[in-house]
């Protein structure tokens, strides 16, 4: 089974999600500079979650340039991915709205965990289908990145009971630990490439 369909639709639904993100952002009722401070919470809240879906973005691209092919159990672990994933412009207008007050942050956490959990859902079963031996397992190794995330995503829930600040930190902490970019598949499509031509 072809995986352009799927890439292209990932790819659709994830610019739809930005686009919603940004509409929330509501146009102030005057033209001086201070009617921007009261919209610096919704912008926030913007920036984050707009980090978090590129760098989904991202990883899902980099991810399906091994993809040699796909089946129904991955079509379904995709879409699964994506609804989580389109629940973040929720997240992120309501935890905007009410400056971080405790239940719009730990909802926003919970969705970050739902999409980290359907993340890996979807490379086991990529996984799965591409055999231990393929260059699409070998490329990703054991994923520390994506443990520890999950590990500071339940500490931040955790936090956020206390203070929703604390929270927000570890969410961006996780943010931060992915925003740097990961060569791993770079570096194996290189290895390809030149064994190729050798």
Not at 34 to 45: E, N, W
Not at 54 to 75: C, D, S
Not at 127 to 137: M, P
């Given at each position: ?36 401070k ?9 920036a ?7 760098i ?16 129904g ?43 980290a959990?359907?993340?890996?859902m ?13 260059a699409?397992v ?21 936090l ?5 600040w ?16 990961d ?14 031509k050798?």
């Amino acid at each position: 089974m072809s995986k352009g369909r799927l890439e292209a639709f990932s790819d659709g639904v994830i610019a739809i999600i930005i686009t919603i993100m940004v509409l929330e952002i509501k146009m102030p009722h005057d033209s001086t500079l201070d009617a921007l401070k009261p919209m610096l919470p919704v912008f926030l809240s913007y920036a984050l979650s707009f980090i978090y879906v590129g760098i989904y973005w991202n990883n899902h691209h980099h991810m399906f340039q091994l993809v040699k092919h796909v089946n129904g159990k991955v079509l379904w672990k995709n879409l699964h991915l994506l609804f989580w994933l389109s629940l973040v412009p929720f997240a992120t207008a309501w935890m905007g709205e009410y400056h971080y007050s405790k239940w719009p942050v730990i909802v926003y956490g919970f969705i970050l965990i739902m999409c980290a959990i359907a993340y890996v859902m979807l490379f086991i079963q990529l996984s799965k289908i591409h055999g231990n031996g393929s260059a699409f397992v070998s490329a990703f190794g054991k994923d520390y990145k994506g443990k520890i995330s999950l590990v500071f995503y339940i500490i931040g829930i955790a936090l956020a009971f206390v203070n929703s600040w604390l929270g927000i930190l570890m969410y961006v902490i996780v943010a931060c630990i992915w925003f740097i970019p990961d060569r791993r598949v770079e570096k194996k499509l290189i290895q390809e490439d030149q064994s190729a031509k050798s």
